[in-house]
């Protein structure tokens, strides 16, 4: 068994959470602030059958996608706040994925 941690934007993740589901995968789903943007993230934390980690890559792939995003250069570096002041496009979303190893799993 392993254990997919997968981060995701916030605005993704009703949809991720139905889309696990119908592919009768269990999740539990945490809240979290991603550290670029600070901005509101979701993290899945998903037990998978080794047979089937790549059946539950490709849910999350096919869900969460990446998007653009404008925000002020003084966001991204506050020393360059007097040279920069036009927002500067950014791409955010998609999934970030780790798989783990499972030594024990049990359930009550």
């Not at 068994?1 to 991720?16: F, G, N, P, R, T």
């Not at 780790?98 to 009550?108: C, N, Q, T, W």
Request: glycine share 8%; proline share 4%.
């Amino acid at each position: 068994m392993k254990l997919i941690v997968a981060i995701i934007q916030s605005k993704d993740s009703q949809q991720l959470q139905a889309s696990l589901v119908k592919g009768g995968f269990r999740a539990t789903q945490l809240s979290s602030t991603g550290g670029f943007l600070k901005a509101g993230n979701c993290t899945f934390l998903i037990g998978v059958e080794e047979e089937k980690i790549d059946d539950a890559l490709a849910v999350i792939k096919k869900t969460c996608h990446t998007r653009v995003q404008y925000v002020t250069p003084t966001f991204l570096m506050p020393e360059a706040a007097s040279s920069l002041s036009e927002p500067v496009e950014v791409q955010v979303g998609g999934a970030t994925c780790f798989i783990l190893p499972v030594d024990k799993f049990v359930r009550f």
